[in-house]
């Protein structure tokens, strides 16, 4: 159902499309945890994602600026530039 919703991840268990914004706004209701307005607001937020699939949540994090710092790893870091130029 969540890829039906053009979900790339999740970012604390809050699922989001390409460009950070919430797919499924009542699924987003009923999870526990800092909202994501709130990461945008902070000022450093770091974030750690790594692995094949991973370049995509990572991206959408960026876009939406949700995070300040960035841990992970070349191929990860490769593919995020490579999409954005």
């Known amino acids: 159902r969540l890829k039906d919703l053009n979900s790339v991840g999740d970012i604390m268990g809050r699922f989001v499309d390409a460009k950070g914004r919430?797919?499924?706004?009542?699924?987003?209701?009923?999870?526990?945890g800092l909202r994501l307005n709130a990461l945008a607001r902070k000022e450093r937020v770091i974030a750690v994602?790594?692995?094949?699939?991973?370049?995509?949540?990572?991206?959408?994090?960026?876009?939406?600026?949700?995070?300040?710092?960035?841990?992970?790893?070349e191929g990860t870091a490769r593919r995020i530039l490579e999409e954005a130029a």
């Open 22 to 32: 919430i797919v499924d706004r009542q699924l987003d209701d009923r999870t526990i």
């Open 49 to 73: 994602a790594a692995g094949e699939d991973k370049h995509f949540i990572a991206a959408a994090c960026l876009k939406a600026r949700y995070m300040t710092d960035l841990v992970t790893d």
